[in-house]
């Protein structure tokens, strides 16, 4: 390995920081989206810094995500994907592997609606880490904000230092 990713005893030092490794799942779920304008990825994580629920936003199990619709406008709401998709979050809460998510951290690669601040008030997360709030000035926003604040969850935004990149020809894997 080269000598300046090491320290005096040798240990790599470029490897990812918690809070990188776990947006970075968040982000690699939202790549498995089939939303065409918005892809949304979150994990959560326990105190253990176990990874508990990991979900992308997509349509329901069995709704046929190539017969409903994926529009964002459309003078029948009806003809948009808004009343059907799954919200990231929301999955992440379903998907868990644990009994419960209390006093988890959400992960998100994009600030939370007012419906999925609910469910993760409920659910008894703690702790939200956002990157993107690009509604924040949306009133679904401005609801979750103001929920999240009142419930006393601890709401952060994650400000990437680097991207992480897969490649599957790294030489970590191939030495
Ligand atoms: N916190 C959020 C906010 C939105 N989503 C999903 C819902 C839609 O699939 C998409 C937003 O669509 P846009 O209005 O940006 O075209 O993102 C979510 O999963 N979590
Ligand atoms: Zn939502």
Not at 25 to 48: E, F, H, W
Not at 63 to 90: F, G, Q
Not at 134 to 151: H, T
Not at 152 to 163: L, V
Request: glycine share 4%; proline share 5%; charged share 20%.
């Amino acid at each position: 390995m080269n000598a300046e990713r090491e320290n005096k005893v040798g240990k790599r030092e470029d490897y990812l920081q918690w809070d990188e490794y776990f947006m970075s799942i968040a982000y690699l779920s939202a790549m498995r989206s089939k939303d065409p304008s918005t892809q949304v990825g979150a994990c959560i994580v326990n105190p253990q810094k176990k990874i508990v629920g990991i979900g992308y936003n997509g349509m329901p199990i069995g709704c046929s995500d190539d017969l409903l619709p994926w529009s964002r406008t459309a003078d029948n709401i009806l003809d948009t994907k808004y009343p059907y998709v799954c919200h990231a979050e929301m999955n992440a809460i379903l998907n868990k592997n644990s009994a419960d998510v209390l006093n988890c951290t959400l992960y998100t690669s994009l600030f939370p609606c007012n419906e999925c601040a609910k469910l993760i008030i409920q659910s008894g997360i703690k702790n939200v880490v956002y990157v993107v709030d690009k509604y924040k000035d949306k009133a679904e926003f401005i609801a979750s904000r103001r929920l999240l604040e009142m419930a006393n969850i601890n709401i952060s935004q994650f400000i990437p230092s680097r991207n992480v990149v897969i490649d599957f020809n790294s030489d970590f894997i191939n030495p």
